[in-house]
């Protein structure tokens, strides 16, 4: 079991409300990222970070802002909450170093419903 | 920008005989391929790793080939069980040494 955690796991929320969503490792990884999943769907990168004050946007467009003021600690938020934010939300990190290839650890998930 | 393709459609097996799931990139050759099994509502958990330089790699029950001529890695289990049945994902080196997935191919084992 991957020692990476989110919290919380389920969320239902009305629009304009602010969300941060929770993750945290003990593996000591540098690199840590988050996706959004739809049912069905691939994981979409939409940030990520190579350690502590670094941040990237990712592939996917997001109105969501993250910070790394720790390297366990990787919150997202959510400034205002809309229905089209209504997804899964996965957090990952991985070794660093090209030699890990980047095997990616990941978090339970938290499920976000915007009404 | 590489693109991971993986069949959409379900594929479902017996129990005891061998899954075969497919993974197909566009672009360049990675140097490596990963596989993942998602179970719903979870997020992904590693299974195996190849690299560009192996043809094939074995895990248990678990086989990966990787075929650069044909741009393709094929994914077994083998002696297939009920608890095998989740989603399967496929990914390989993107830009900036992160990942790229494909959509995954859902596994469907029958009693």
């Known amino acids: 079991e991957a020692d990476i955690y989110q919290t919380p796991r389920y969320l239902v929320i009305g629009t304009g409300k602010k969300i941060t969503l929770e993750c945290s490792q003990t593996?000591?990884?540098?690199?840590m990222y988050w996706y959004q999943q739809d049912p069905g769907m691939e994981l979409h990168l939409i940030h990520y970070?190579?350690?502590?004050?670094?941040?990237e946007k990712g592939d996917l467009s997001s109105e969501s802002t993250v910070s790394r003021i720790r390297t366990e600690h990787f919150p997202l938020t959510l400034e205002s909450a809309r229905p089209s934010h209504t997804s899964q939300y996965l957090c990952?990190?991985?070794?660093?170093?090209?030699?890990?290839?980047?095997?990616?650890?990941f978090g339970p998930g938290t499920r976000l419903t915007v009404l | 920008s590489q693109k991971i393709e993986q069949n959409s459609e379900a594929l479902n097996i017996q129990e005891g005989k061998t899954a075969t799931l497919t993974c197909n990139y566009t672009n360049y050759s990675p140097a490596y391929l990963q596989w993942y099994r998602q179970d719903p509502g979870r997020g992904p958990v590693f299974l195996l790793l190849i690299r560009e330089n192996e043809k094939e790699k074995r895990k248990e029950r678990l086989k990966v080939t990787f075929d650069t001529t044909l741009k393709q890695s094929l994914f077994h289990i083998t002696a297939s069980q009920p608890a095998d049945s989740a989603t399967y994902l496929c990914?390989?080196?993107?830009?900036?040494?992160?990942?790229?997935f494909g959509r995954g191919t859902s596994l469907i084992v029958h009693p």
């Open positions: 970070s190579y350690g502590v004050n670094s941040t």
């Open positions: 990914a390989s080196e993107g830009g900036s040494y992160i990942p790229t």
């Open positions: 593996m000591g990884h540098d690199k």
């Open positions: 990952a990190s991985s070794e660093p170093g090209r030699r890990s290839y980047n095997e990616q650890f």
